[in-house]
Nanobody, 124 residues
């Protein structure tokens, strides 16, 4: 099983990025996929998750209204559209798979496989 995260980069405050997580090695539409992030010196935190049924979860209040998660089953890919980025969004973003509908995602209690990280830096 592989989860391949991509799309990070350097962006100015107020800018946008779209992260991608491509999944190989399991039946994609049987699982949920989502994102965590880890900022320097901080613990890893859940960001967002989309279940196999399409239910959506967003974790920190600070990303609600700015981040949008979506999945394209035909592409085995989950996207995280991040708009109006803030310096506080700077972190390594990791994608991971899960089995539930998202109730335990934010507490990192529903992850099966992890992918690589992609660095997002928001700075002027």
């Amino acid at each position: 099983v592989q989860l391949q995260a991509s799309g990070g980069g350097l962006v100015r405050p107020g800018g946008s990025l779209r992260l991608s997580c491509r999944v190989l090695g399991f039946t994609f539409d049987d699982y949920g996929v989502g994102w965590f992030r880890q900022a320097p010196g901080k613990v890893r935190e859940g960001v967002s998750y989309v279940s196999s049924l399409g239910t959506l979860t967003y974790c920190p209040d600070s990303v609600k209204g700015r981040f949008t998660i979506s999945r394209v089953d035909a592409e085995n890919t989950v996207y995280l559209q991040m708009n109006d980025l803030e310096p506080e969004d700077t972190a390594v973003y990791y994608c991971a798979s899960g089995s539930g509908i998202g109730a335990y995602w934010c507490d990192n209690l529903d992850t099966d496989y992890w992918g690589n990280g992609t660095l997002v830096t928001v700075s002027s």
